[in-house]
């Protein structure tokens, strides 16, 4: 609906940090919900269905990385960004595993965040935006109107950062891309994340897409370049 302002989840058990987020948020024009614990996350998603989250990992109660895989099970389109601590390299590894989209690093900017938030909504809506309606490589379909992916005719769910990666794949197959271009093209080339998220994402989908993960055969590494996807 035009004018309808985006809902946007901030999930954070510090006051302040909480408080400093919505306030921002709200002067940028999105309609903003907080949480105290994974658990009333997990209700104001059931009942009000935001478009994004902003999701602290050190929650009481069920941490971020479980409401991180929950919601990403029953919301495959929603927007998922992480707070993580500076030093904790493994806790964006495993946040973007489990299928968030971002993630920040406290402290961080609000502007920068907000950006972020921003940069995700575009790659969903101009996903959307399509003259083409159908993407297709051998054995793989993207449905660009509905935003689903098949192969072999079966549905296979993926995130907005997963179905935007896989459209690019397509669209430039049997194409070395390296991972600096993926991020510009995924993410935007005002993205200041790591390249370890390009790894981490395609890993993710090759566990949703290959036949034998271990061995991919859809989505090729390209040793020392990036990734290629394998035209049919």
């Not at 510090?14 to 999105?30: A, V």
């Not at 105290?36 to 990992?57: M, Y």
């Not at 935003?147 to 296979?156: A, D, S, V, W």
């Not at 897409?209 to 090729?220: H, T």
Request: hydrophobic share 40%.
């Amino acid at each position: 609906m035009a004018g309808e302002r985006i809902k946007v989840l901030v999930v954070e058990d510090e006051f302040s940090i909480r408080k400093f987020l919505s306030i921002n948020l709200n002067r940028e024009g999105f309609e903003v919900l907080e949480a105290v614990s994974g658990e009333e996350a997990l209700e104001i998603v059931r009942r009000t269905k935001p478009g994004v989250i902003v999701l602290d990992i050190m929650l009481p109660g069920i941490d971020g990385f479980e409401v991180c895989q929950r919601i990403r099970e029953a919301v495959p389109n929603i927007v998922i960004i992480m707070l993580t601590a500076k030093s904790q390299d493994m806790d964006k590894i495993m946040g973007l595993e489990l299928g968030a989209d971002d993630y920040m690093i406290k402290p961080f900017n609000p502007l920068e965040l907000i950006a972020r938030i921003r940069a995700n909504l575009r790659k969903i809506e101009s996903a959307k935006d399509q003259s083409k309606k159908t993407v297709v490589s051998g054995e793989l379909e993207l449905d660009l109107e509905a935003q689903r992916f098949y192969k072999r005719g079966i549905e296979i769910e993926l995130t907005p950062i997963e179905f935007s990666m896989m459209k690019m794949f397509m669209q430039n197959k049997n194409k070395a891309l390296s991972r600096d271009e993926i991020l510009n093209i995924v993410w935007g080339k005002s993205y200041f994340g790591e390249m370890k998220t390009v790894d981490v994402h395609v890993r993710r989908i090759r566990e949703k897409i290959e036949d034998d993960p271990s061995n991919p055969s859809v989505i090729e590494t390209v040793w020392g370049i990036g990734y290629r996807l394998r035209g049919y």
